[in-house]
Structure formats: C-alpha cells, structure tokens
C-alpha cells in the first residue's frame, strides 16, 4: 500500500474521530436489524379447491409482521401481495394466513414467497412455493374449472378454460354469450360472469371453444338451485 506522509487521515483531529464514533454506532445499529429479522421458514401451501382458499403456513422467527406475495408461476404476475399480521398457530409457532383466489385454483400455477418485516426493514424473500396449476404440458387436454359450481343468484363466478396442448384459444360462451376473456398463462383462459341469473334445474353450460372442433369442453353452473324444482 502506498504511503502518503501529508495523509489527512494520518492526524485525525477531534471532529473527525467523532464522526467516526458516529459512523461506528450507526453501522452496529444496522447489524443489529440484520439479525433480528430472519427468512420465513419452512413455507408451506395447502390448497382447498372447491372454496378456492390457498392456506400458507410459515415459521417467522420473532417477526410479528410478514410480506406475502402470490404470482402466477408462468407470467410472473402478482395476483396478490400485501402486509399481514398472520396469526399464530397454537401449534408451535406456525404461521398462518388464508388467501381467496378470484379464479379457481386449478386454472394455472401459483408461486408464494414470504418475507418478515419490523417497519422498514425486510428480510430476503423464502425461496417460492408452487401450487401447481392444471395447464402444466404434462397435464395435455383441455379442461374447464370450476366444475359443477351451485351459486346463489346474483353471485359472480370466474371461469378457466385450459386449451389443449398445441391447439389454439378460441372463445368461451356462458349459455349463448361470448365472454371477455384475460389470458392467465400460455394455455388458460379466464372469464367472469358477473350479477348471474337464475339458471333454471339443469344449470347454465359454459362452454369453451377452440380451433379443434373435437375437443369442446364445458361446464355447467347452477344459479340459485342444484337439481331441484325452482319456483320462479
Ligand atoms: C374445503 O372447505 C370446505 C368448506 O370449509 C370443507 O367442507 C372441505 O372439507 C374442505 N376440503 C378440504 C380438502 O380441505
Ligand atoms: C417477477 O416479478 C417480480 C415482482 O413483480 C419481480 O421482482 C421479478 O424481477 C420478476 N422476475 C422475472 C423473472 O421477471
Ligand atoms: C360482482 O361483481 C360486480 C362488478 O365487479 C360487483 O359490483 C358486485 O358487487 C359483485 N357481486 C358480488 C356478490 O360479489
Ligand atoms: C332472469 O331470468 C328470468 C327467468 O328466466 C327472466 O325472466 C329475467 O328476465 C332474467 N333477468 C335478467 C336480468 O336477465
């Protein structure tokens, strides 16, 4: 290392060995955080198809505050992220928070990743957890979700069709309507139907229509009654 005789740090004056006392407690102060906050561990998902609710459980150290957020696994799309305090378990120190997805599970693959939080300062992300979706190319044909739903009258449903592999998307019709469709992955389509009507005993069929005639697909929802007599 060279040496410099005239060196401005050779003689440290008064204020400059203060600031260092400064930098040194404001550094110590730092690690210190660094510390506390430790990687959620131990993520894991358990998915409940038919009410659509993704339950994550995680091991968060002391933290009391964690960042969560969900992406399709495909596009890399946030679908949910926000700042929760989970509820702890009574069974030793898991974590828990329990998430509605709008679209039914199946529809597509789902990354989770966990971060602890104290105010501003965050841990790194756990490393992501996928619930894997219906549209994966091991999984070729075409299928629809969800499958026989009953719903009250005025809810709202969302819709998935999953193209077959190779095969192209043409449309999805709810009884005789085209609908708006947003694309969730390379194969799954997806579309809600808002306010539905009363479907009447043998349900609403929703179909999904690609560039293979011979591979139609539906599904039919009951609005406000499942293979009962409706009176109107
Ligand atoms: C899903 O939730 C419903 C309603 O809470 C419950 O009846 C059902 O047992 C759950 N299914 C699974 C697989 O946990
Ligand atoms: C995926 O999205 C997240 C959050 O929006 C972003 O931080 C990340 O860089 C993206 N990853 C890729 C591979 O695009
Ligand atoms: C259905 O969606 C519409 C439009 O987004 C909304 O105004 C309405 O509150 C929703 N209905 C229910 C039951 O969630
Ligand atoms: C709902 O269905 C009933 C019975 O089929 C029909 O009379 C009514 O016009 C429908 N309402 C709407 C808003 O489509």
Redesign the pocket.
């Known amino acids: 290392m060279a040496h410099l005789p005239n060196s401005p740090t050779a003689k440290p004056n008064h204020s400059s060995v203060w600031v260092a006392f400064v930098l040194l407690g404001i550094s110590a102060i730092n690690t210190q955080a660094k510390i506390a906050i430790t990687v959620p561990q131990q993520v894991s998902l358990s998915a409940n198809f038919s009410t659509q609710q993704l339950s994550i459980s995680w091991l968060g150290g002391e933290a009391t505050t964690f960042d969560l957020i969900i992406l399709r696994t495909e596009f890399n799309e946030t679908v949910f992220y926000d700042t929760v305090s989970a509820v702890l378990n009574q069974d030793g120190g898991q974590h828990q928070w329990t998430w509605t997805s709008v679209e039914p599970l199946e529809c597509t693959s789902l990354s989770v990743k966990v971060r602890s939080r104290e105010g501003k300062t965050i841990s790194e992300w756990s490393e992501p957890q996928i619930l894997e979706g219906r549209d994966l190319p091991s999984n070729s044909v075409q299928s629809m979700f969800p499958q026989d739903r009953t719903v009250p009258v005025g809810a709202n449903t969302t819709f998935c069709c999953i193209v077959q592999e190779g095969k192209d998307f043409k449309s999805i019709l709810y009884g005789i309507t085209v609908m708006n469709v947003k694309r969730l992955s390379r194969r799954s389509y997806a579309t809600t139907a808002v ?1 539905q ?2 479907s ?1 005993n043998s349900g609403t069929n929703v179909v999904c229509l690609s560039n293979n005639p011979s591979s139609l697909t539906g599904t039919v929802i009951f609005v406000g009654c499942k293979r009962c007599v409706c009176v ?1």
């Open positions: 306010n009507n009363i009447g109107d």
